[in-house]
């Protein structure tokens, strides 16, 4: 019976800090995010997902521990942010930051054919590219010139089509598989 007391029992002095803390901390964040801008909240690449998860273990110990001041968990939360922005700024402006925060997207399905290496590699299935092809509302292989796993996880749908010598959207695509080349 004592086990179940303590589980469910709420003094005052905790119902007032939770009270103050959840909308301190909650108002923070929403104003930090806004600072920071869109790409705070935008599709998850790894290095994102890494923040989001920081972020909510933060929120958490601010809602709930009573050693840890709101205003150290503000602090901790902007300093994230701060890094955050720093990593996606450095990133637009060095090949070699963008290289070790992102992963290249990478080719599984080019022109008929299913990149098994490349497939394998990323972990991807031939029917988890093959319901991104119908996702796309194509239903025949030779529709779809291209299907590439991008840097948020999510698999993006190119249309076959005749485009040689132009330039395309593959240019910055990896590919491991043997003997696939991508025109230029």
Same mark, same amino acid.
């Given at each position: 019976?004592?086990?179940?007391? /303590? !589980?469910?029992?709420?003094? &005052?002095?905790?119902?007032?800090?939770?009270?103050?803390?959840? +909308?301190?901390?909650?108002?923070?964040?929403? $104003? &930090?995010?806004?600072?920071?801008? @869109?790409?705070?909240?935008?599709?998850?690449?790894?290095? /994102?997902?890494?923040?989001?998860?920081? !972020?909510?273990?933060?929120? $958490?110990?601010?809602?709930?521990?009573?050693?840890?001041? &709101?205003?150290?968990?503000?602090?901790?939360?902007?300093? !994230?942010?701060?890094?955050?922005?720093?990593?996606?700024?450095?990133?637009?402006?060095?090949?070699? %930051?963008?290289?070790? %925060? @992102?992963?290249?997207?990478?080719?599984?399905?080019?022109?008929?054919?299913?990149?098994?290496?490349?497939?394998?590699?990323?972990? *991807?299935?031939?029917?988890?590219?093959?319901?991104?092809?119908?996702?796309?509302?194509?239903?025949?292989?030779? /529709?779809?010139? $291209?299907?590439?796993?991008?840097?948020?996880?999510?698999?993006?749908?190119?249309?076959?089509?005749?485009?040689?010598?132009?330039?395309? $959207?593959?240019? /910055?695509? @990896?590919?491991?598989? +043997?003997?696939?080349?991508?025109? *230029?």
């Amino acid at each position: 019976m004592n086990i179940l007391t /303590d !589980l469910f029992s709420l003094e &005052l002095s905790q119902l007032v800090r939770l009270a103050i803390a959840v +909308p301190v901390i909650y108002f923070a964040l929403i $104003a &930090l995010i806004r600072l920071s801008g @869109k790409r705070t909240t935008s599709q998850m690449n790894n290095f /994102d997902w890494i923040v989001t998860v920081a !972020l909510g273990s933060l929120v $958490a110990t601010g809602i709930t521990s009573p050693q840890t001041s &709101l205003l150290q968990v503000v602090i901790a939360i902007s300093f !994230l942010i701060g890094l955050q922005f720093a990593v996606t700024w450095l990133v637009l402006r060095s090949y070699d %930051v963008r290289h070790w %925060v @992102k992963p290249h997207p990478r080719l599984l399905f080019y022109q008929g054919h299913f990149l098994q290496r490349d497939m394998r590699e990323e972990r *991807v299935s031939e029917l988890e590219v093959r319901a991104a092809i119908r996702a796309s509302g194509h239903h025949r292989l030779q /529709d779809v010139g $291209a299907v590439v796993l991008e840097t948020d996880a999510t698999l993006s749908v190119l249309p076959a089509e005749d485009s040689a010598g132009a330039e395309t $959207a593959l240019d /910055d695509v @990896k590919v491991a598989t +043997p003997g696939i080349r991508i025109p *230029v």
